[in-house]
């Protein structure tokens, strides 16, 4: 079944970086991330939450999607900043 963005909204999202900042202690430093002030939390986490949110679906739903490009896009449309980091041990090695 392909999930439906179009029913995220930006408060959905809000609410959902409300839920993942409150159970995450660090910040992400790799990978995709959304950018909350001064804190960078795991961007495909806040999308699955906002999701669910949006479409009332239970905090267990399982929802699988692999679009990193796509992840990107969708925080962005929605005024959020989101990027691909990589990581300081792998821009070392490179």
């Given at each position: ?5 179009n ?12 839920q ?12 995709l ?7 960078t939390?795991?961007a ?15 905090s267990?739903a ?33």
């Amino acid at each position: 079944m392909a999930l439906n963005w179009n029913s995220v909204t930006a408060d959905h999202v809000r609410a959902a970086i409300k839920q993942v900042s409150g159970s995450k202690t660090t910040n992400k430093e790799s990978g995709l991330v959304i950018v909350d002030g001064d804190r960078t939390l795991p961007a495909k986490e806040v999308l699955r939450i906002a999701y669910r949110l949006a479409n009332r679906l239970p905090s267990d739903a399982s929802l699988t999607f692999s679009s990193g490009d796509g992840t990107l896009h969708v925080l962005a449309k929605l005024g959020f900043v989101a990027e691909r980091r990589v990581s300081p041990s792998k821009r070392e090695s490179t």
